[in-house]
Nanobody, 118 residues
Framework: QVQLVESGGGLVQAGGSLRLSCAAA????????MYWYRQAPGKQRELVAT???????NYADSVKGRFTTSRDNAKTTVYLQMNSLKPEDTAVYYC????????????WGQGTQVTVSS
């Protein structure tokens, strides 16, 4: 059974930092591209960060320079380091995995709430 379990969310003041983790089980982690999405109340889910199987990263313009994603294949975990947080970063953050070749499957975590107070 595939499981993606996010952790590390919480309440933080503007300018603060949080580190999200997503632990994967039931998939061959190393051959998956990993994604971080977020969804704020009343808004569509948006892609925040990507880290490919080979470690290439990409970020939404709104988080470039503030967020960093990384992965530890030995621990089957992907991370999202979020610095200089802003109230507009408030959202539920989701981890997503897709096999790198053909994106033939689509796995989601349950999400973790991040709230940034002004």
């Amino acid at each position: 059974q595939v499981q993606l379990v996010e952790s590390g969310g919480g309440l933080v003041q503007a300018g603060g930092s949080l580190r999200l983790s997503c632990a994967a089980a039931g998939i061959t982690f190393s051959i998956n591209d990993m994604y971080w999405y977020r969804q704020a109340p009343g808004k569509q889910r948006e892609l925040v960060a990507t880290i490919t199987m080979s470690g290439l990263t990409n970020y939404a313009d709104s988080v470039k320079g503030r967020f960093t994603t990384s992965r530890d294949n030995a621990k089957t975990t992907v991370y999202l380091q979020m610095n200089s947080l802003k109230p507009e970063d408030t959202a539920v953050y989701y981890c997503n995995a897709k096999p790198a070749v053909g994106h033939t499957a689509d796995y989601w975590g349950q999400g973790t709430q991040v709230t940034v107070s002004s």
